[in-house]
């Protein structure tokens, strides 16, 4: 069994969630507890296998799963023309460590549902959903093949919106989810254009062989901008972030903390396509740049935003859109160095490491911070900051959740944020001062915001408006004390880490030969 | 507790450290404090608050509400804001023109630079 489970773990990171939400009406049916420990399982399981895969990557290289194939790792036929035909999913470090950080957040936010829509209607939908989600994006960032990169893209996208719809709430989710599901069509719908570009250069889908054949031509540029655009709008970057406030404020708390996961995963793909596709046949420094500039915006743009912003999740919407430029900043100067090793070696590959580190950073701590404002909404009915004051009397618990991740998202120490902030402060400090100054200034300002909010949510005296609020259910206070918890673990041992999950990831991004050799070797 | 120091190639950050130097810090803090007077009682008019004289507001009225907090910083920044915060006009067609926009100016950047 066990063996089984080890060798077609990509398959089944697919299959357990994507079963478990075709079942979940029927399951549905038997009433909340079975639906809910249906729901606990099925993420539970995903979440364990994978782990189970990041284990064998981290410890045995990267795995190599081909579908329909008498053996998983026969990636090319022998009368294919040297053409991987079949559907191949290409797991190394960067996979597997997004894969694992996203089924673990899609365990914790199924259960914060639990007990957040446990008087909501239409359930099985809203579970099903998730689940599809987190196949989209499972689905992202291990598959190997670039169309099947564009159906998960589609899953993640729709389900996503469906689920910012998922309270009508007057018709104005129903807007921001319209809004997010158009855009994200309109990015999935370029990205497909790009894949078709390359498809009709390369005779091929499979990621490793347009790596291998890679020639640059005005058609692979082309193809390159519709990629960098579509995906950067998924990832919600200035100035494709205008659907980042609408989305992450009207959906529930839970699927919120979701999506930043699920923006990450367009944001895996954009270094995916930048490194293992492209890699050093592109203009590196010119692209790098255009990641820089993107990333400096989002930076920018979404702190200032931040800071007048009314109603919290709004606010902290804007602060995600903020640390996504972190990560594309650290990965961008990374890609500025590519080819120079000196230069990666003194201080682009720190930076790359700060970048990936820092995406596991914030779907901590800004899950867990969207998962306080779900639980302050839950129990106050509104957003509005203006309107709450003196909770930290009466809901003691998310206080203290809260301020575990606002300290961490300011970059404060002890906690997860400081570590890779640190990292990617350092590392472009020598590339650009002036840069890094700008990151350290967006992070004194991001601090600034959620004093701000801390004051306006808990501080002052117990208002008499407020004076029947309680603390939320159990299921959402482990949900948040499981995210505050590693938000701490990861802050104080950051170095095991960075040197067991983080410096892999960012060598099977630097290291394009061996993604490319991870396919070819299977023949 | 080498095990825990990350190196970012120009410095290291060792949590460990930092939490054993905090923990002092707390326990200093402590002990000054158990230095001095001990607290007032909490009932009688020397508990209560003292705002120059003036009654003790409403618990309503007693709260800064989140807008008042950073008025100086927005003010200061007004000339940015008027700029940047129009942009964000909610309208579906202006962010498709702002990813078509987007992607022109990419396009320049890669195909042409």
């Known amino acids: ?523 | 507790m080498i095990a825990e120091t990350l190196y970012t190639g120009f410095g290291a950050w060792n949590p460990i450290v930092w939490l054993v130097a905090f923990a002092v810090a707390i326990l200093l803090a402590w002990f000054i404090q158990r230095l001095g007077e001990p607290d007032i009682p909490g009932d009688g008019e020397s508990g209560k608050s003292y705002i120059s004289g003036n009654d003790e507001p409403s618990p309503e009225d007693g709260h800064i509400g989140g807008s008042n907090l950073y008025w100086g910083f927005t003010d200061a920044m007004k000339g940015y804001y008027a700029r940047v915060v129009p942009l964000h006009t909610g309208c579906l067609t202006d962010y498709v023109l702002w990813f078509l926009g987007t992607f022109a100016l990419l396009f320049i950047f890669i195909g042409v630079l």
Not at chain 1, 100 to 121: D, K, P, Q
Not at chain 1, 234 to 248: I, M, R, S
């Open chain 1, 1 to 523: 069994m066990m063996d089984f489970i080890m060798a077609n773990a990509p398959a089944l990171l697919i299959a357990v969630p994507m079963l478990g939400a075709f079942a979940l009406p029927l399951v549905g049916r038997l009433g909340d507890t079975p639906r809910n420990g249906w729901i606990l399982a099925v993420t539970l399981i995903t979440a364990i296998i994978a782990a189970l895969l990041a284990w064998t990557v981290l410890t045995g290289g990267p795995v190599l799963y081909t579908f329909g194939a008498a053996s998983s790792s026969d990636a090319i036929p022998a009368d294919s023309g040297g053409i991987p035909i079949r559907i191949i999913f290409t797991v190394d470090a960067m996979s597997a460590f997004m894969a694992l950080f996203a089924a673990f957040v899609g365990f914790i936010t199924c259960l914060y549902s639990v007990a957040s829509e446990r008087l909501s209607s239409g359930k099985d939908g809203y579970y099903a959903l998730m689940l599809l989600l987190l196949v989209g994006i499972l689905g992202m960032v291990t598959t190997g093949d670039l169309f099947n990169f564009f159906v998960f893209l589609e899953i993640n996208s729709l389900a996503g919106a469906a689920l910012v719809a998922y309270r009508i709430d007057k018709g104005v989710s129903v807007e921001a989810a319209l809004k997010y599901g158009f855009l994200s069509t309109l990015a999935g719908l370029m990205v497909l254009y790009a894949i078709g570009l390359l498809y009709g250069q390369y005779d091929s889908l499979n990621m490793a062989v347009i790596a291998s054949r890679m020639s640059y031509t005005m058609l692979d540029k082309v193809a390159l901008a519709l990629l960098i655009a579509g995906l950067a709008l998924k990832a919600g970057a200035v100035p494709l972030h205008f659907w980042t406030p609408d989305a992450y404020s009207m959906a529930p708390a839970a699927v919120t903390a979701f999506l930043v996961v699920a923006s990450q995963a367009g944001l895996y793909g954009l270094f995916r396509v930048l490194f293992s596709v492209y890699g050093l046949t592109l203009n590196y420094v010119t692209v790098g740049w255009a990641v820089i500039i993107l990333g400096v915006l989002s930076m920018v743009v979404g702190v200032t935003m931040a800071i007048p912003q009314k109603d919290v999740k709004r606010l902290m919407a804007y602060h995600a859109v903020s640390q996504s430029g972190y990560m594309l900043l650290g990965v961008g100067v990374g890609l500025v160095v590519l080819g120079d090793a000196a230069a990666m070696d003194a201080f682009g590959r720190t930076a790359m490491e700060g970048g990936i580190f820092h995406i596991v950073n914030h779907a901590m701590y800004k899950g867990l911070l969207f998962l306080t404002a779900g639980a302050i909404f839950l129990q106050t009915g509104t957003r509005n900051l203006n309107k709450m004051g003196g909770l930290g009397h009466s809901m003691k618990w998310t206080m203290l959740f809260f301020i575990i991740g606002a300290l961490a998202i300011a970059g404060i120490p002890p906690f997860n944020g400081f570590a890779s902030k640190l990292m990617i402060y350092e590392s472009v400090f020598a590339f650009s001062p002036v840069i890094a100054v700008i990151a350290m200034v967006v992070s004194i300002l991001t601090l600034a915001s959620f004093v701000k909010v801390f004051h306006a949510i808990f501080m002052g005296p117990q208002q008499p408006k407020y004076a029947d609020v309680i603390e939320v259910p159990r299921p959402m206070l482990v949900a948040m004390g499981a995210l505050a918890l590693l938000t701490i673990l990861m802050g104080i041992f950051p170095e095991q880490i960075v040197s067991t999950v983080i410096a892999p990831a960012a060598n099977a991004l630097i290291d394009q030969s061996a993604y490319v050799a991870t396919v070819f070797g299977g023949v």
